[in-house]
């Protein structure tokens, strides 16, 4: 009998990498995809419509999800708002993300086979903020560390939070990283500019995505690859730091060098997220997805997919693409120029420290970069890591919280049971419920205290476990930061109806 897999986001890069993926399987899986009823989506699924179940609909709405959901085996959210459209809409990134999450773990659990359904959360990298050099190394159960202003990693952080203590029987989270796809080529917008130039990336391809999302829903994969996190990358040839993605990038659509076309001070030195990844391996240990495709050969590739006019671009002298590029780096609120020409303090100081560490940056000639060192450090999750979680007692509880500047509340706990939430209490003596899982495996704490606004000072001084990566990079900060919740207003109105953008 066929497995009945919903997938959500289905029309999204990665979400129609999946849906490829499942078309040479369509003999052992049965597809249902969501989408939301537009023109485009409809000229994209033309060619499968009669190959797939496509359930017209918004996954804000949960009558739409319910009806997608009906009869899964497994589902798969892919799903959502997603950056750079995040910048500018936070508060409906915030709103869309986690009504879409809500809406898919209320359907699930309204199944009369609940227990048996499979559901894939995906997750994202940039729930564990910058990992600059030193602690350029991570891995999941790492602190919950959300950039300053990513108003998407917190509605994933949210999102994630939701699907593991919703009392779903078999859940997983797959946190993505950067997912290199052809279009990436193409775009132009003032993120281009909101990385670290040695910041760093495990770069996953958007095949290996695709196929790490089919490849869980095969009946080879081992029980004990549900109810965990984990980190999809493709592997040590994917490490690179944003410089030399920049160089690959560049080359692929046949520009210069970044010292030819752009300049130094357009790149934040901090404030992103990224890392490359300790335990990325331990997904593909269990999905086998990788194709191991060297990544300038992988480059090549994108190119080949690109409209032949790309590469006019070699025609073009390094100072026109210049001044071509310079309009990202000083558009309107967004671009890293228009901060220090506006004298943007609070934008200013959470993505270069201050006023005068910009003025301190080095011209090109002088900048380190240099290939972050591959020598892995490991941070402190504050237990003993060495017993499996079916080992887990309150004691373990007490010395994780107490690393984490608070207390395990619960007085008893049944050994090995990482599921049912604990009471918690953080430095800040808000009470909250978590499972074990959630705190020891996910690196979540206290929801009160999750941005906006960013505490991450305070915080820092009384949570060890945290401190770890807030401290390398704004201890020596010449003034508090402070960053108040009024960020949120002035930047968009949320009074259109919810929306997926796949």
Not at 168 to 189: E, F
Not at 268 to 281: E, I, K, L, P
Not at 448 to 467: M, Q, R, S, T, V
């Given at each position: 009998m066929k497995k009945r897999v919903f997938i959500t986001g289905a029309t999204g890069h990665m979400g129609w990498a999946t849906v490829q993926e499942f078309m040479s399987r369509l003999d052992r899986f049965d597809i249902t995809v969501l989408a939301r009823d537009s023109k485009k989506n409809r000229k994209l699924l033309a060619p499968i419509q009669d190959k797939i179940r496509i359930v017209w609909g918004n996954l804000a709405k949960y009558e739409d999800v319910l009806r997608a959901t009906e009869g899964a085996d497994y589902v798969l959210h892919i799903g959502g708002l997603v950056s750079p459209k995040t910048d500018y809409f936070p508060n409906r990134t915030r709103n869309v993300n986690i009504t879409a999450a809500n809406n898919v773990v209320k359907a699930v659990l309204a199944q009369p086979n609940a227990d048996d359904i499979r559901v894939c959360y995906v997750g994202t990298v940039a729930q564990t903020s910058d990992r600059n050099e030193p602690i350029h190394w991570g891995r999941t159960g790492d602190p919950i560390c959300i950039s300053v202003?990513?108003?998407?990693?917190?509605?994933?952080?949210?999102?994630?939070?939701?699907?593991?203590?919703?009392?779903?029987?078999?859940?997983?989270?797959?946190?993505?990283?950067?997912?290199?796809?052809?279009?990436?080529?193409?775009?132009?917008?003032?993120?281009?500019f909101h990385v670290p130039l040695r910041g760093v990336l495990e770069w996953a391809t958007v095949e290996d995505s695709g196929r790490a999302m089919a490849n869980l829903c095969e009946d080879w994969v081992s029980p004990d690859f549900w109810n965990r996190f984990y980190n999809i990358?493709?592997?040590?040839?994917?490490?690179?730091?944003?410089?030399?993605?920049?160089?690959?990038?560049?080359?692929?659509?046949?520009?210069?060098?970044?010292?030819?076309?752009?300049?130094?001070?357009?790149?934040?030195?901090?404030?992103?997220?990224?890392?490359?990844?300790?335990?990325?391996?331990?997904?593909?240990?269990?999905?086998?997805?990788?194709?191991?495709?060297?990544?300038?050969?992988?480059f090549k590739q994108m190119k080949r997919q690109l409209p032949w006019f790309f590469s006019l671009a070699c025609l073009a002298p390094a100072p026109i693409l210049k001044l071509a590029m310079r309009p990202m780096a000083y558009k309107k609120k967004w671009g890293t120029q228009w901060w220090i020409k506006n004298n943007d303090t609070q934008r200013i100081a959470a993505y270069y420290g201050s006023l005068e560490k910009y003025k301190a940056i080095k011209p090109w000639a002088e900048q380190d970069l240099s290939h972050p060192s591959e020598e892995a450090i490991i941070l402190d999750h504050g237990y003993d890591e060495t017993k499996s979680r079916d080992e887990w007692t309150i004691e373990d509880m007490r010395q994780a919280a107490e690393f984490r500047g608070g207390k395990c509340l619960s007085e008893s706990m049944t050994k090995g049971d990482w599921r049912t939430p604990l009471e918690w209490e953080c430095q800040f003596g808000h009470r909250f419920k978590a499972s074990?899982?959630?705190?020891?495996?996910?690196?979540?704490?206290?929801?009160?205290?999750?941005?906006?606004?960013?505490?991450?000072?305070?915080?820092?001084?009384?949570?060890?476990?945290?401190?770890?990566?807030w401290e390398p990079f704004h201890k020596n900060d010449p003034q508090p930061n402070f960053y108040p919740e009024s960020i949120l207003q002035g930047w968009e109105g949320d009074d259109r109806e919810l929306r997926i953008e796949s």
């Open positions: 202003y990513d108003h998407y990693a917190i509605s994933k952080t949210v999102a994630e939070r939701i699907f593991v203590e919703s009392g779903i029987k078999h859940w997983v989270s797959l946190r993505q990283s950067g997912i290199l796809y052809a279009d990436i080529l193409k775009n132009y917008d003032p993120i281009m990358g493709s592997g040590p040839e994917y490490r690179l730091s944003n410089y030399e993605f920049e160089c690959k990038l560049l080359k692929a659509i046949s520009c210069p060098r970044p010292e030819k076309i752009f300049n130094p001070e357009w790149f934040v030195t901090r404030n992103f997220h990224g890392q490359w990844y300790a335990d990325s391996q331990v997904l593909e240990d269990f999905l086998h997805f990788r194709a191991n495709v060297p990544v300038d050969e992988y074990p899982v959630l705190v020891l495996l996910g690196g979540h704490w206290c929801p009160e205290c999750l941005p906006a606004p960013w505490n991450y000072d305070e915080i820092a001084k009384g949570n060890p476990f945290f401190a770890q990566v």
